[in-house]
Structure formats: C-alpha cells, structure tokens
C-alpha cells in the first residue's frame, strides 16, 4: 500500500503533467489548477497575453508552471519567475522584446502591492538640512518601496502603452535599437512608469542597492557628465521618489 507521502506525489504529478490524467477526479483537478495558473499571470502579463494570443500564452504558462508550480495558496504573487522563463522558452525566442515586455509588467504589479513609505517629503527635507557637510557623502538614501527600475534594447514602454486604450499602432514602433531605462512606482495610489535620463537611472539603481550618496553620484557622472545631483534630489524627493534618510 502507498504512503501518504508517495500518494501525495503521485497527485502534485497528476496535476502538473502537460495532459489531464485518465481518472476523471484527478482530470478535473488537473483543468482547475491550470485554468486558474493561465488566468492569474493572464491577469499580471495582460500585454503578454495580448502580443502572443490567448493559445500561444496558454501553452506557456503551462510550461512555465511544470517549471515553476506556485508555492503559495495566493495567486497573486506568482509569476515572479515568468519574464526569465520566457526569456529561455524556444517558442518565444521570435519574440525578442517579449521578456522585457514582462518584466514591466511584473515590475508594474510589485509596485501595486508595495508597502507605503513613511513621512513626508518635507521630513526628509528638514533630515537632508541637518546632515553634517562632513557626512554627505557617506548619507544613503532610501527610495520608496514601490520604486522598480528596468533597462531594456527593446521600446518596452511604447509597447505597453500601445496595448492601452488610444494607443499608438503596434506597426508604427520600431522595436529594435532602443534604450529604454524606466523607473516604475505608486503614486497616489496608481503605478506610473516614465523615462529617465542615463545618468539618473543609473543614480537611482546605485541608491537602491544601498550604496552612499557620493558613490550613487560617481557612478551617475561616469554615465553622463552633465548629470545634476542638486536638481535630481530635489525633484525626487518631491515627487516621494526619495522617501527617507538611512
């Protein structure tokens, strides 16, 4: 007789097999899991789905999820590991642009779920004024945790914003040859994405892995020379990019 671990096995692979099984218990398991997999990344990846077809992506979230079975009871959060699984899948190698596309959208839903930050941007103004002159340049700065920065060859952002109402056509975007660096964040509740200059991404990025203010400043300036560290502060902490003192 089985054990209860062996049978257990025996179930997750019955659910995770590209074709339903023969019992018609086990089948009817094996049509839910799948449907409710393809209908929450259909519901993450939305211009995915759309630049692929229905078929196409179906077939790929059941590969990915053989690969990649959720391991949480919500859905919500699965599909992390989607863009670098269609970055390796064969039938999406045509697709050139198609990981990129998907880490914007999965960018996109982190920056949704993040928490809030604290405060205000007038508190990190008055914490900046007290600084010590001596200390500025060993200051970390923390960005808010919605922040999610992306670099892509591919016009990433014009392809998303294709598929939203009042889009420009697909057809009229080249989609090689780009240089997109995007910083993706919440504000006032709803995710925003934009365009920023080289040296600021770059900035950013150098903040974010928590590196001090002036090494953040030298990697920015290696990238772009004309790079403005007073007007980039500024602006950012306006706009909550910037949300505290570390």
Known sequence: MPSLLELQRRFAGAL?????????????????????????????????????????????????????????????????????????????????????????????????????AQGTAQDVVTALAAVPPANVATLRVLLDPSCRLLRSPHPVLRIWRAHQPGGE???????????????????????????VPSGEHVWLAALQARGTLAAALDAALAEDAAFDLGAVLQRRVADRTVVALA
């Open 16 to 116: 995770l097999a590209s074709a339903p099984p023969d019992e018609p218990g086990l089948a009817a398991y094996h049509g839910t899991v799948h449907a409710n997999w393809r209908s929450a990344l259909g519901a993450t990846f939305v211009v995915v789905r759309e630049l692929t077809g229905a078929a196409f992506f179906d077939a790929a979230v059941d590969a990915f999820a053989r690969m990649h079975p959720s391991r949480g009871g919500d859905l919500n959060v699965y599909g992390d590991a989607f863009p670098g699984f269609l970055a390796s899948w064969p039938p999406a190698h045509e697709l050139a642009y198609l990981t990129d596309v998907a880490r914007l959208e999965w960018a996109m839903d982190e920056a949704q779920r993040a928490a809030d």
């Open 169 to 195: 056509p697909l057809e009229r975007i080249e989609l090689e040859g780009a240089d997109d660096r995007l910083l993706v964040r919440r504000e006032s509740g709803a995710v925003t994405v934009e365009r």
